[in-house]
């Protein structure tokens, strides 16, 4: 049985027929050849497969593709404006936020939501957030570096009016 | 691709749903925000031969506020529900922080969790603490199943086969009541290994008028601390007796060994929680709940 589904990647439109049982992580990776999104524990604990639903982060593997017919999705290769990386990209890369890099779109797509949300968070609050993914190399005292670096730049570049 | 074969089927009307969980026998499952299903697909866990996937069923999205209770329909996402609580029910703000990881209650429903009924998460025990109701919709109608007689052992409800969990109500605490709520797991977000719920109501700066406690993470359900509720009801909640009350409902639970704790571990801090939360309920009486 198979199911055909609409959905928008990127601003990117693509129709496909999919089997019910295709989640959307194999979807994106293996349909749409997009490799960003990485697959860990495939069952929603490690959170590399984090992408966007509108504008929400969800775990890619806990959503079947047939779901998001006619729904909005973001991935990592969504994020940055041309050769411009987003500033939480570029702050995971000045300060040294990653290193074999397998959960660092998970993390980068979560990121970006909860600064959303959290402008300017504590320590505490990031470490919080950050608890909804696994980095084996363990490397987290970095990306909390990152992920603070990146909000004093985004508020930097969107100034609150007084 | 990991779980199973399954036949997929995406119906616009609670009606519909109903009929295509009866036509599959019992081999049938909802999914709803999926979040505790589709890991159990990806381990084969579950071999479901069909999925009525609800989301597309208009008119189940609604939290509402009315006589007392608040019904939160069967797609209210997690996330929702804390948005919504966290200008009026500081409660309900803290329980769904402790639901998961941000990304998860995105997806994952109110309903999904309490109807999931997961004896270590934290949704079946508020409901249980706040004597809801469940709104299961059949082939022969709609019935609405109280908290206390709905979980039966671990992820088994009395939930027909054949129903769809429409909604579920939550009794509001009364004004004045406090609440405590604690609980210790490895990791923030992780599945607790022992967690407590608790709301005290009082006359004016006297007797306990009211005391509601419930566990999770103690047994296959969710489980009332009634003796320590008893203790308390009419009498003066001093120290000693939120003590003593706390002591008494942990001493009739039976928690089970597993790799995370040992029973008596989890005996004994369910003890603690419980006179923690009492006495965080006895110091917010008079505020917000």
């Keep these: ?162 | 691709m990991k779980p199973a074969p399954f036949d997929y089927t995406a119906p616009s009307t609670v009606d519909e749903a109903v009929s295509a969980l009866s036509d599959a026998g019992d081999d049938a499952k909802v999914l709803a925000g999926g979040q505790s299903l589709i890991p159990m697909l990806a381990l084969r866990l579950a071999r479901p031969t069909r999925l009525v996937d609800i989301n597309r069923i208009a008119g189940l999205d609604g939290i509402r506020e009315a006589s007392g209770m608040l019904e939160v329909g069967a797609l209210v996402r997690q996330r929702a529900l804390e948005r919504w609580a966290g200008p009026r029910s500081p409660l309900f703000s803290e329980v769904l922080r402790h639901v998961a990881h941000p990304p998860i209650r995105n997806r994952g429903t109110v309903v999904g969790s309490v109807v999931h009924a997961d004896p270590a998460s934290e949704l079946p025990a508020l409901l249980l603490c706040l004597e809801g109701v469940v709104v299961a919709r059949g082939p022969g109608g709609e019935r609405m199943i109280a908290a206390d007689r709905f979980y039966r052992a671990p992820l088994t409800t009395s939930l027909g086969a054949d129903e769809v969990a429409t909604a579920v109500r939550f009794t509001l605490p009364p004004a004045g009541a406090g609440w405590g709520f604690a609980e210790v797991s490895r990791r923030h977000g992780d599945f607790a290994l022992i967690g407590a719920v608790a709301m005290l109501t009082r006359a004016g700066g006297g007797p306990v008028t009211r005391a509601r406690l419930a566990f999770f993470g103690v047994g296959g359900t969710p489980v009332r601390g009634l003796p320590a509720e008893q203790a308390l009801e009419g009498r003066e909640p001093t120290p000693a007796r939120l003590a003593e009350a706390a002591r008494a409902a942990a001493a009739v639970l039976s928690p089970d060994d597993d790799i995370h704790a040992t029973a008596a571990y989890r005996q004994r801090v369910a003890a603690t929680l419980a006179e923690r939360t009492l006495g965080a309920a006895l110091a917010r009486c008079g505020g917000r709940t």
């Design chain 1, 1 to 162: 049985m198979s199911v055909s589904i609409r959905v928008t990647v990127n601003g990117q439109e693509h129709d496909r027929s999919v089997e019910p049982r295709t989640t959307l992580a194999d979807f994106l990776r293996e349909d749409l050849g997009l490799t960003g999104t990485h697959v860990g524990c495939e069952h929603g604990v490690c959170g590399a497969c984090t992408v966007w639903l509108d504008t929400e982060p969800v775990r890619a593997c806990l959503m079947l593709a047939v779901q998001v017919d006619g729904r909005r999705i973001t991935t990592i290769e969504g994020i940055a404006s041309g050769e411009a990386l987003h500033p939480v990209q570029e702050a995971f890369w000045a300060k040294h936020g990653l290193q074999c890099g397998y959960c660092t779109p998970g993390i980068i797509m979560s990121a970006c939501a909860f600064l959303r949300e959290r402008p300017a968070p504590s320590r505490e609050e990031i470490r919080e957030m950050l608890a909804g993914h696994l980095c084996r190399c363990t490397g987290y005292h970095f990306i909390v570096e990152a992920i603070e670096a990146a909000a004093l730049a985004l508020r930097s570049s969107h100034p609150r009016s007084p």
